[in-house]
């Protein structure tokens, strides 16, 4: 059974650094781009950033883009989220996902190209 795991999240000030973890269980993703989405209350998932399992080409959303960086460490099968100067819009739950895709399609950013989730861990940044 694939699983996919996040941790990392806690409550951060404005302009705080944090980093999100998402440990894949199951099998390897071969081929596979792995994403995090956010979700902030009563507003729609989100695409933040996606990288390329094998490959580590990467792709962002305008949003995140010089703040945020995504990268993998395959020997750990995790996917990592450095979120950088963060903003108290960066609040949300960050959802680990993995899709068979390379960041540089352009329907990257929608959450329907991801077959696998994880339950999400909660960042919240005050002002």
């Known amino acids: 059974q694939v699983q996919l795991a996040e941790s990392g999240g806690r409550v951060a000030q404005a302009g705080d650094s944090l980093r999100l973890s998402c440990t894949v269980f199951?099998?390897?993703?071969?081929?596979?781009?792995m994403a995090w989405f956010r979700q902030a209350p009563g507003k729609a998932r989100e695409f933040v950033a996606v990288?390329?399992?094998?490959?580590?080409?990467?792709a962002y959303a305008d949003s995140v883009k010089d703040r945020f960086s995504i990268s993998t460490d395959k020997a750990k099968f995790a996917v990592y989220l450095q979120m950088d100067s963060l903003k108290p819009e960066d609040t949300g739950l960050y959802f680990c996902?993995?899709?068979?895709?390379?960041?540089?399609?352009?329907?990257?950013?929608?959450?329907?190209?991801?077959?696998?989730w994880g339950q999400g861990t909660q960042v919240t940044v005050s002002s």
């Open positions: 996902a993995a899709g068979f895709l390379r960041p540089s399609n352009d329907a990257r950013a929608e959450s329907r190209m991801y077959n696998y």
């Open positions: 199951g099998r390897t993703f071969t081929g596979y781009s």
């Open positions: 990288i390329s399992w094998s490959a580590g080409s990467t």
